[in-house]
């Protein structure tokens, strides 16, 4: 069964205090894995796409990784402002259309 | 990417009515998909719909309790029915995501409570 999960489910930093939160996947063929940003009250904010094993994508203070079971998100000298729920999401080669989302790691960085 | 708009953005609603919701996006797309989103849960596809075609329903949803309208490529409805209190979750709205692994945009959803 194809299957997304996520840890930790919750993570409290101190502010500048790096980390990773990681996102595991077992899916028939990989096309194209995703980061999403969830505020509270909001939709997900897209944040990076990652296609191939080895590739990485940076945004600010967000570096993506991925290998051929799992997904990264460091986050390096995180501020009050980066927290949020990040949510990992896979679409698989046999889905023109369909992503599977983990349950997501709610992140909360102390001033 | 596109500007997804839902209406309405939140409501209380009585159990045993129905609710439909509306999703409106500022330029044509192909697919629009439904999700939900029950408290502090993840998404969960309920539903993707294509213009001038019938919706396909992911597996533990059916056309009678979440039937969906696709008149044109920028607009989409989601009525959910005869609600129960366990029917209250955020439900969103999303376009893209075909092609080459591009990704799904979201509108900020219709939180939905249920007395």
């Known amino acids: 069964e194809d299957q997304v999960t996520q840890s930790p489910e919750a993570l409290r930093l101190q502010e500048g205090e790096s980390s990773s939160l990681n996102c595991s996947y077992t899916?028939?063929?990989?096309?194209?894995l995703f980061w999403y940003r969830q505020d509270p009250g909001k939709g997900p904010e897209f944040l990076f796409t990652l296609y191939s094993a080895g590739e990485e994508k940076e945004k600010e203070r967000l570096k993506a990784t991925l290998t051929k079971k799992e997904s990264f998100l460091h986050i390096t000298a995180p501020k009050p402002e980066d927290s949020a729920t990040y949510l990992c999401a896979v679409r698989m080669v046999s889905s023109a259309s369909k992503i599977i989302f983990g349950s997501g790691t709610r992140l909360s960085i102390r001033p | 990417s596109a500007v997804i708009s839902q209406k309405p953005s939140r409501d209380i609603c009585q159990r045993g009515t129905s609710l439909t919701i509306q999703c409106q996006v500022d330029s044509q797309v192909t697919m629009m998909f439904w999700y939900r989103q029950q408290p502090g849960q993840s998404l969960t596809l309920i539903a993707t719909a294509n213009q001038g075609s019938e919706a396909t329903y992911e597996s533990g949803f059916v056309i009678d309790k979440f039937p969906i309208s696709r008149p044109n490529l920028t607009f989409s409805t989601l009525t959910v029915s005869n609600m129960s209190p366990e029917d209250s979750s955020i439900y969103l709205c999303s376009v893209g995501g075909t092609g080459e692994a591009q990704p799904q945009h979201f509108g900020d959803g219709t939180r939905l409570s249920i007395l």
């Open positions: 899916v028939s063929g990989l096309r194209g």
